[in-house]
């Protein structure tokens, strides 16, 4: 019987052992770009103009970093629903209404849309995803009359995240012979290619045709074998024989892995969480043998080419510090080869599954800090109405000092004019008292002992102040009982502050909670430390195009983490 729980106990390990290899590229990628960076700017220092083009060309290059995952195979052979299962939801439109003559290709985006790119020319139109059947389908499209050259699906998985492009590709073989043409012209662009042939016929001859041509554009490629649930277990050994023994004929390559599996069932058991169906599916399988080939092969490959070109830009020209930088880049070429090297037999026998449920979109403020801001709201909301009102309110802001500077401005933008000049006389009056009694020699009224220079508002008789202090008080007791009792520390898109989080931790004696939150805190950082490292290389790179919108927050999002929310002066434990 499946232990369920220790299913998706190794699941989640496997998910851990994927984010740390594909953030080990993505590190050493990042450390290249810095290394380009230091080059680019030597290279303007000394007016190296054909230098500073080449760098910035290679800076590019690294910034694009697209890995054309291209799946292709004959019409109705499950292509569609083999690229839903694993992203995890039905996405694609599926089913035996051939699709038009339009690549769709499937990337990371912060929230699910559709970009539909028009053949020969530059623009581009927004749909969503429910629409998508509207324009790559031959019943809604026919012929492609609307001239979609691609059809781009931006969905939040995080596979995707790291520049891994899913192309769906028009079948081969079917009732519109534009669709092959288009298929064909697209296998240059691939970097792998996955093609599906299915068990009710497998490898037909025009199939075997196909993956010869396949076979000659690319050096990896994945030979599936779907809808492997219509036949008993005895026959799918057959199928399984057979088709092996097909491509190994045709292609002359002994080492041809097949997989078989059921897309069907696969993207069943993703979108009810059944995880023993999920792995009968032979899904993970596939998925682990494609991310074990980007991990270990394809993204070696590109750095260390990148790696080379680098070198030989330092050779050819002379830079400031150039042996220091050729030194470092023969470090990290190295790392990389020692990675390379070792890769495959560290993960076959843990083999890491990428993460393909849920959305992966990462949004930072801080739970406490949000708290505050919203009560210190609400009381300034009602109070600046009442300082406006009554003169006995008045007359109690004006002997406080009114309020501290942060919160004097916060209160200007919910007060008018005319309201500000309803309340703040008494202040200026009770100043103007204080600076002329300062004048004359004498103690100012209002000062606090040990003042010598002028009396300013204090934060310790803001009454906005007090109200930002309880407010923090209470949200910090309430997210320590809210972890204590086994919650996730504020709810979706929360998370903490430094100072904040120091705060709960101060609180908080449960260890295991606390190491819970220091591991969930911690990855945020980590996240949010790559989305600006990605944000700087595509800016750099040229492809402002390519950023997404968790990246185009990433700059607020880290000075959030470090400092909380601009509003808010952190004052916990003070009384």
Known sequence: MVNEEE????????????????????????????????MHADAYQTKHQ????????????????????????????????????????????????????????VSYGSRERVVLRIAGSNLTTEIGIHELADFVTERMNPGNRNRIEMAEVQVPVEILQRGFFFVDTP??????????????????????????????????????????????AVRQMFLVVNKMDLVSSADRERVITFVKIKAQEELGDASVRVHALSARNALEARMTSDAAKLRDSGVPELETGLVNYIT??????????????????????????????????ADLRGEIEREAGSGESNRSSHAPRPSVSGSSVLRVTCAVCDRIVDGVFD???TYQYELYVSADVQRAHADAGGFCPMHTWQYANLASPQGICSAYPQVLFRFSEDLRRLAEGEAPKHASSGVAGPPLPAHETCLACQKAL????????????????????GGTGKRLCLTHLEAVLLALHDSSAGRELLLRESEVFRRVAENLQRYALKHEGRRSDLITEEEWQAPKQALTLLTGHRNVQPRFGRS
Request: with cysteine.
């Open 470 to 489: 309880h407010a923090e008080q209470k949200a910090v007791r309430q997210l320590v009982g809210h972890l204590q009792a086994g919650g996730n520390g």
């Open 171 to 216: 079948g081969l073989g079917s009732a519109v012979r534009e669709n092959t043409a288009t298929t064909l012209n697209f296998l240059p662009n691939a970097d792998a290619i996955v093609f599906v042939t299915s068990c009710d016929a497998p490898l037909t001859e025009g199939e075997l045709g196909y993956l010869r041509q396949c076979r000659s």
């Open 7 to 38: 299913v998706r106990g190794r699941e989640g390990e496997e998910h851990e052992d994927a984010v740390k290899v594909l953030a080990g590229y993505e590190r050493r990628k990042h450390e290249l770009a810095q290394i380009l960076r230091e």
């Open 379 to 381: 009381f300034l909301r």
């Open 296 to 329: 270990s092969q394809k993204q070696a490959d590109s750095l260390l080419q990148a790696c080379d070109r680098a070198t030989e830009l330092l050779r050819v020209r002379a830079v400031g510090r150039r042996e220091e930088l050729l030194a470092r880049i």
């Open 50 to 105: 054909a230098l500073e083009r080449q760098i910035s060309d290679l800076t590019k290059k690294l910034a694009e970093d697209r890995f054309y995952l291209t799946v292709v195979g004959q019409f109705s052979r499950g292509k569609s629903t083999l690229m839903n299962a694993v992203l995890g939801k039905d996405y694609l439109p599926s089913g035996i209404v051939p699709v038009t003559s339009a690549i769709t290709a």
